[in-house]
């Protein structure tokens, strides 16, 4: 498996817990919602710091490129991160429509910011980063939260 596939895999295993998180909201299983939530917070945590902590500073290194596409990214995933702060607390107050408006948001958010990695950034990591696959696969596996 290469980085693109890795990567673009672990995007889907994220938008199954999102799924998840957002159909237990909507059939009012406040207990699920929020385990299915936590799941997707940490999952989507782990795919984030991945990106932020060893791709990007690895595409920015072997590229020469600093600004532009992994900047976008970057702003991208903290405009993710105040959605889930925002989800977070619709689920504590028990809020259907906040959460699912908000949810709704970052949906769109995530399916264009993805599609951008997929199509570009991931098919050049792919190509231009010297480690080889496996080893990016054992960093994203071992990869801890700071
Ligand atoms: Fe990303």
């Known amino acids: 498996m290469n980085i693109k596939e890795f990567m673009a ?4 295993d994220c938008d199954r817990l999102f799924s998840k998180a957002e159909n237990a909201v909507a059939g009012g299983d406040w207990a699920a919602a929020s385990q299915s939530f ?10 984030l710091g991945v990106e932020e902590e060893a791709l990007f500073p690895a595409f920015e290194q072997e590229t020469g490129i600093l600004t532009g596409p992994t900047e976008m990214m970057r702003m991208e995933h903290q405009q993710m991160r105040t959605l889930f702060a925002e989800m977070g607390e619709a689920l504590q107050q028990k809020n259907t429509d906040d959460y699912l408006g908000t ?3 970052l949906l769109i958010m995530m399916q264009q910011h993805n599609m951008k990695e997929e199509q570009i950034l991931y098919n050049i990591m792919s190509q231009r980063l010297p480690e080889d696959a496996n080893q990016w696969l054992e960093k994203f596996h071992n990869w801890e939260k700071r």
């Open 9 to 12: 895999q672990d995007h889907k």
């Open 103 to 105: 949810a709704e948001t």
């Open 38 to 47: 936590n799941a997707f917070v940490d999952a989507m945590e782990r795919h």
